[in-house]
C-alpha cells in the first residue's frame, strides 16, 4: 500500500514570499489533516478535512495559510506571504476516520 | 483532551527491554490513550493505542494502570532503529495533540 506522499520535501523562500505544499493522502482515506512541527517541538495540527469539507480549522492561521482539499481527495496547504516564524515541517496525514493516522515524510520549509 | 507527561529523554542498550512511562491523570473515561514515534526526519508513525486493558502488537505492549492515569510503552527487545521520539497522547483519533515526548537514545 502506497503511503502519504507530499512534494516538494524542501522549500526556501524569502519572507513576504508565498509558497504551496502538496499531499496525496492514502488511497480511501476520507479525513486528511496538515501538521506544523517546529523544531524541538510535537506536530500542531493546522487544519482537519472531511472529505472536502473542513471539520477543524482553528489553530490556522487564516490571514496567511489557506488549504484546500479537491473532490476530497489531493490537498494543498498555501502561505502567503510567509513570516520567518514559518519556518518547520509541514506534515500532512490521513486516516479512513476514527484510525490511527498514517503521516507523510512531510515538507522542510525554511524562510529567510 | 488529556494533557500527558513524559520524560524528556530516556537510553537504552540494544535488545534489552524498554519501559517508557506516560502520565495522564486529566484523561476522561472515554479517551484512548495513543503512542506514536517519529524517527530522525520521517514524519510521526503510529505504534500501538488502548483504552483499558492491556494491548500488544508486532511492534510492542501498552500497559495501562488500573485507574488510567498512566500508561507505559513496551519495547520488548530494542534496536538501534527504535531510536526515535516516542509521543504519548490522550484523546479522540481525530484530536491528536502531541506534547514534546521522550526521546530514546539506544546504544550497540
Known amino acids: 500500500e502506497a503511503g502519504v506522499a507530499q512534494s516538494p520535501r524542501y522549500k526556501i523562500i524569502e519572507k513576504r514570499q508565498s509558497v504551496a505544499f502538496w499531499c496525496n493522502p492514502i488511497s480511501g482515506h476520507a479525513t486528511l489533516y496538515w501538521y506544523q512541527q517546529i523544531l524541538g517541538q510535537g506536530p500542531k495540527l493546522l487544519i482537519q478535512?472531511?472529505?472536502?469539507?473542513?471539520?477543524?480549522d482553528s489553530q490556522l492561521p487564516k490571514d496567511r495559510f489557506s488549504a484546500e482539499r479537491l473532490k476530497g481527495v489531493d490537498s494543498t496547504l498555501k502561505i502567503q506571504p510567509a513570516k520567518l516564524e514559518d519556518s518547520a515541517v509541514y506534515l500532512c496525514?490521513?486516516?479512513?476516520?476514527?484510525?490511527?493516522?498514517?503521516f507523510g515524510p512531510g515538507t522542510r520549509l525554511t524562510v529567510t | 483532551d488529556a494533557k500527558t507527561t513524559q520524560p524528556n529523554s530516556m537510553e537504552s542498550n540494544e535488545e534489552e527491554p524498554v519501559h517508557l512511562p506516560c502520565n495522564h491523570s486529566?484523561?476522561?473515561?472515554?479517551?484512548?490513550i495513543h503512542w506514536y514515534r517519529q524517527l530522525p526526519s520521517q514524519g510521526p508513525e503510529y505504534v500501538i493505542h488502548?483504552?483499558?486493558s492491556n494491548v500488544n502488537n508486532r511492534m510492542a505492549s501498552l500497559a495501562i494502570a488500573e485507574d488510567r492515569k498512566s500508561s507505559t510503552l513496551i519495547l520488548h527487545r530494542a534496536t538501534l532503529r527504535d531510536a526515535a521520539v516516542y509521543y504519548c497522547l490522550g484523546g479522540g483519533f481525530q484530536k491528536l495533540v502531541f506534547g514534546t515526548g521522550t526521546r530514546l537514545l539506544v546504544s550497540p
Open positions: 496525514a490521513s486516516s479512513p476516520t476514527l484510525y490511527e493516522q498514517y
Open positions: 488502548g483504552l483499558t
Open positions: 486529566t484523561i476522561s473515561g472515554t479517551d484512548y
Open positions: 478535512f472531511q472529505n472536502n469539507g473542513v471539520v477543524d
